[in-house]
Nanobody, 127 residues
Framework: VQLQASGGGSVQAGGSLRLSCAASGRSISAYGMGWFRQAPGKEREFVVFSSYSDNKPRNADSVRGRFTISRDNAKNTVYLQMNSLKPEDTAVYYC?????????????????????WGQGTQVTVSS
């Protein structure tokens, strides 16, 4: 599956943005979909995840209550709604997909477990 992320931009603290990740080539209905982010000089970190098998999103502690992942299988698109943005949310955001079976329940937190990645979209939050 090929992924293309969009929707990034510059906002003030407290603002909102919605990122989109459009998939092509295969249906996302068979994929676990995740969002990661990478700030300058830092490692890529897990943000949120949506499983293809249940409706229970998994969120990093740093974004819980502020960020929401959703998927529209008909549009083959995954969204990341980001509210109450903080300067520390500034990063390049990446969407990722994986369809394989994994041997441990928290595999989705590891970027190396994903087989497909989008190109990233910049989010900048000013104070």
């Amino acid at each position: 599956v090929q992924l293309q992320a969009s929707g990034g931009g510059s906002v003030q603290a407290g603002g909102s943005l919605r990122l989109s990740c459009a998939a092509s080539g295969r249906s996302i209905s068979a994929y676990g979909m995740g969002w990661f982010r990478q700030a300058p000089g830092k490692e890529r970190e897990f943000v949120v995840f949506s499983s293809y098998s249940d409706n229970k999103p998994r969120n990093a502690d740093s974004v819980r209550g502020r960020f929401t992942i959703s998927r529209d299988n008909a549009k083959n698109t995954v969204y990341l709604q980001m509210n109450s943005l903080k300067p520390e949310d500034t990063a390049v955001y990446y969407c990722a997909a994986d369809s394989r079976t994994h041997s441990y329940s928290t595999w989705y937190q590891r970027s190396t477990e994903y087989e497909s990645w989008g190109q990233g979209t910049q989010v900048t939050v000013s104070s």
